[in-house]
């Protein structure tokens, strides 16, 4: 039953929504030049509350008594949760209404709601400020489902028909759009956690096959880190076959699915993912 809402690709690469994310990232710099505040990413500088703290500090001269820096996710949350109370009761939203951001959201550097809440305090604390106009962020809702309900025009349900099969394999036996689509949301999910380490991941079919990117997944997700002598950082050769790839068996071997997901069989690896995205999903 989650739901999860997607920028398109296409979008993020519209100049104008790049206009308004520069323009919202120099108005923030311009707010808070005299604290010596500088942000370079609306997704990855906003989400543990420091900067919108002092957004509101500055501009709706409002003092609260919260830690200066939270370094935990805890912590963060409690901070956020603070923050987004009185920032929600001066932009005058009410509990009963439907808006288009929270603190899960917001802590989970999701950009379609970060740009909506910036837009909405420019708009209420600064109203003067020249923010693009026209912006349009197309967006895509992906949906688990174990019934089959009719789908709005922009969702897609994965609809488990057969509950007790394996909800891969009818993923592949849809159509390939829709393949895409799932893929799409697990690949979020993923450079979502990774992103704190700095990597990404472009291409899921191929760059969990020698299980680096997979082990530090897990370890984030779990909790745990895993010494570098426990695994092969740089372990494949790729003119090899998947039996001649020690490095990439002994990463993956816990898995029990060793030779599938180092001779990157798809199933077998959005199998893997699915599991953690099940296990880990943000709501």
Known sequence: GEKRKLIQPTSLKDPKLENLKQALVDWINKTLKAEHI???????????????????????????????????????????????????????????????????????????ATIHLLVAMAKAFQPELNLPPNVKIDVVTVEVSLFSPRPPTNTFFLCLTNPGEDPIEQLLKLEANKVNTVKKAILHFVNQNMATLGLQVADMDKQFADGVILLLLIGQLEGFFIPLVDFHLTPCRRSHTASTWPGCLHNVCPLNIVTDIVSQDVAATLRVLYTLFRKHKRN
Do not use: F
């Open 38 to 112: 500088v942000i370079q990413s609306l997704e990855e500088d906003l989400y543990d509350g420091l900067v919108l703290h002092h957004l509101l500090a500055r501009l709706g001269n409002v003092k609260l008594d919260v830690e200066e820096i939270s370094l935990t996710s805890s912590s963060q949350l409690r901070k956020l949760e603070a923050i987004m109370k009185e920032l929600d009761k001066m932009l005058g939203v009410e509990d009963s209404c439907p808006i288009k951001w929270d603190v899960k959201l917001i802590h989970n550097k999701d950009l379609l």
